[in-house]
């Protein structure tokens, strides 16, 4: 590279091949295992960067763009599926070297690859022949590698259910009770009308006894029972809502910290 970068500031910047594409971010930074220098970077590629490719770092620069890489965007994407767990063996890094074409470095005899063979000044590194690389620890450590306690609680979920909280019946029933109406009622009464008779000789008079009858009427009430229907009622249901406090006694798990001296500390 143009400068000795360490590997904290590599993390996150773009990557740019030689064309002008970016290719996408830097998710890792790999080491040489004999160098302790970056050899390698992981680019986060496809939908949403879910996809992670092996990018040589042999004669790249960084500038405020991010960093441009010697490989184009297809070799990135034709580059071997290797799974980026925080070490390259040597077989993986031979596929790399064969895939982007780089000069494969002589390996020692205890299998470690040679940094004192092959390509020296070739590959831009300044240093040739790097053994397989090992992820840098760039502060943003693979949290799965890292032992890990998970501190669980229980939590009250409230909800309701419908349930049968009795029966309501309607019926209906017959009672006795006194009514009083008023109707007006009518009769004959009998009076006498007296006529003076002013022309004496015009009829027949007569010292006799005599009688007449005459028929009186009276109206009186009578009483006569009908039903008639006079109301409907039914029975209809409705949704009454309160609120309710609901308690509940629930557990969880707290973290203490122990140190050398017996002193606790929670968390």
Do not use: C
């Not at 890792?28 to 390698?40: C, F, G, H, I």
């Not at 009427?217 to 009908?226: D, L, Q, R, T």
Request: aromatic share 2%.
């Amino acid at each position: 590279m143009a400068k000795t970068m360490q590997p904290q500031e590599l993390i996150d910047s773009a990557v740019v091949d030689p064309t002008g594409n970016k290719l996408g971010k830097v998710g890792n930074v790999y080491l040489a295992d004999a160098t302790r220098q970056p050899e390698w970077i992981t680019v986060k590629t496809g939908l949403f960067g879910t996809k992670e490719s092996f990018v040589p770092l042999s004669g790249a620069h960084a500038d405020k763009e991010g960093v441009h890489v010697r490989v184009d965007k297809d070799a990135v994407t034709d580059a071997p599926r290797i799974e980026a767990d925080g070490h390259l063996s040597a077989e993986e890094s031979a596929q790399l070297y064969r895939h982007y074409g780089l000069p494969m470095p002589r390996t020692s005899p205890d299998g470690r690859m040679d940094d004192r063979t092959q390509g020296r000044g070739d590959t831009g590194r300044g240093k040739a022949g790097m053994d397989p690389g090992t992820r840098a620890d760039t502060g943003k450590r693979d949290r799965d590698t890292e032992p890990a306690m998970t501190r669980s609680e229980e939590r009250l979920n409230v909800g309701t259910e419908q349930v049968e909280t009795g029966h309501v019946r309607l019926r209906k029933y017959v009672v006795t009770e006194e009514q009083q109406v008023t109707v007006p009622v009518s009769h004959e009464e009998v009076r006498i009308e007296r006529e003076p008779i002013t022309k004496p000789g015009g009829e027949r008079a007569e010292i006799a006894e005599d009688e007449q009858e005459v028929v009186l009427h009276a109206e009186k009430p009578v009483v006569n029972k009908e039903t008639v229907a006079v109301e409907r009622a039914r029975l209809k249901t409705e949704t009454v809502t309160e609120d309710q406090t609901i308690s509940g006694k629930v557990r969880k798990e707290q973290f203490e910290v122990t140190d050398d001296e017996g002193k606790h500390r929670k968390s």
